[in-house]
């Protein structure tokens, strides 16, 4: 029992540092590409235009995918539970309950509905 429980820590922390490693990379090599794509648009704009014009293009562009990061970001307030919760502007439980869904959170509501019930199949 104790040997089964230390073999699934070790798979749990493999997997998230394997999780972990991919995203790093993946973060750095996304970073890298941003670099290359802004040196070209550069390139390109100074070719068509000026190098203000092209410094002010850039700029707003950096500027509009953080403002609408930042927009994302603030959509849900994690709980500390782990949970986000989104505010959809409606108040009361029948208002909640009648509300249209997104099939994304269906689909993840599904996969955890799922993944309980394999952990409490696999536990008995």
Same mark, same amino acid.
């Given at each position: 029992?104790?040997?089964?429980?230390?073999? /699934?820590?070790? /798979?749990?922390?493999?997997?998230?540092?394997r999780?972990?490693?991919?995203?790093?990379?993946?973060?750095?090599?996304?970073?890298?590409?941003?670099?290359?794509?802004?040196?070209?648009?550069?390139?390109?704009?100074?070719?068509?235009?000026?190098?203000?014009?092209?410094?002010?293009?850039?700029?707003?562009?950096?500027?509009?995918?953080?403002?609408?990061?930042?927009?994302?970001?603030?959509?849900?307030?994690?709980?500390?539970?782990g949970?986000?919760?989104?505010?959809?502007?409606?108040?009361? /439980?029948? /208002?909640?309950?009648?509300?249209?869904?997104?099939?994304?959170?269906?689909?993840?509501?599904?996969?955890?509905?799922?993944?309980?019930?394999?952990?409490?199949?696999?536990?008995?």
């Amino acid at each position: 029992m104790l040997h089964q429980l230390a073999n /699934d820590v070790k /798979d749990t922390a493999r997997a998230t540092a394997r999780a972990a490693l991919f995203s790093t990379l993946g973060g750095i090599f996304a970073l890298v590409g941003t670099g290359f794509l802004t040196v070209a648009l550069w390139l390109l704009l100074v070719t068509l235009e000026s190098a203000i014009f092209a410094a002010s293009v850039i700029g707003a562009l950096y500027c509009a995918f953080g403002f609408i990061l930042m927009a994302v970001g603030l959509k849900g307030k994690a709980q500390p539970s782990g949970r986000y919760e989104f505010s959809s502007g409606r108040t009361g /439980d029948a /208002d909640a309950a009648n509300a249209p869904r997104e099939p994304f959170l269906q689909v993840a509501e599904g996969f955890a509905m799922g993944l309980k019930a394999g952990r409490s199949a696999r536990s008995r």
